[in-house]
């Protein structure tokens, strides 16, 4: 059965303050792995696919990164916009479905 | 969230009652999925459609629970007589279909059960 962990649960930053947010994952043939940023009371919002190891995306002040085992979404001088749950998702090469983790609530502080 | 169209946002019904649930997926998106977020729980797909066809129902319960696509209209999850464990957000999401197509959703609508 394909898995998704993700930490922290949750991250405080202040503004300017770069981190990282870790998705580990078990998947029977990885079609794509996929971020979406979620705010409260909506839907998410599709940021990233990565299909392969080693493969880097980047938008504004994000970036991603993939390993055959985990992904990265590196925060760079994160501004409190930036505040919302991070969510990964994995797609198996079998299949449609998207099997998520649980997602990690930032938070940036002014 | 543009595209993905959702309505009701917000949907109460006493137990025993049905929920009707719909979605307008994306111009040009021919492939539909449902997902249900549980209090405190993560996003849990349900069910994969194509126009008047049921590709994966493999995350839906077993009963009380249906979805279709018509080939005129809006994708509908229908929920019969709904229990207090059914009170859940329900998300729509939509793609073009085919490989390597991100699936982007609606805003949901939330279901509670009175």
């Known amino acids: 059965e394909d898995q998704v962990t993700q930490s922290p649960e949750a991250l405080r930053l202040q503004e300017g303050e770069s981190s990282s947010l870790n998705c580990s994952y078990t998947?029977?043939?990885?079609?794509?792995l996929f971020w979406y940023r979620q705010d409260p009371g909506k839907g998410p919002e599709f940021l990233f696919t990565?299909?392969?190891a080693g493969e880097e995306k980047e938008k504004e002040r994000l970036k991603a990164t993939l390993t055959k085992k985990e992904s990265f979404l590196h925060i760079t001088a994160p501004k409190p916009e930036d505040s919302a749950t991070y969510l990964c998702?994995?797609?198996?090469?079998?299949?449609?479905?998207?099997?998520f983790g649980e997602g990690t609530q930032l938070t940036v502080n002014p | 969230n543009a595209g993905v169209m959702q309505n009701p946002r917000h949907l109460v019904r006493r137990r025993g009652q049905e929920a009707r649930l719909r979605c307008s997926p994306m111009?040009?998106?021919?492939?539909v999925y449902w997902y249900r977020q549980l209090p405190e729980e993560g996003l849990k797909f349900m069910v994969y459609?194509?126009?008047?066809?049921?590709?994966?129902e493999s995350g839906m319960p077993k009963e009380r629970f249906s979805a279709e696509f018509p080939k005129e209209g809006p994708s509908i999850l229908r929920i019969q007589q709904v229990v207090r464990g059914d009170s859940a957000a329900y998300f729509c999401?939509?793609?073009?279909?085919?490989?390597?197509?991100?699936?982007?959703f609606g805003d949901g609508t939330r279901l509670s059960i009175l």
């Open positions: 999401a939509s793609s073009r279909g085919g490989t390597n197509q991100p699936q982007h």
């Open positions: 998947v029977s043939g990885l079609r794509g």
């Open positions: 990565l299909y392969s």
């Open positions: 998702a994995v797609q198996q090469a079998s299949g449609s479905r998207l099997t």
């Open positions: 111009k040009g998106h021919s492939h």
């Open positions: 459609l194509q126009k008047e066809n049921i590709i994966d």
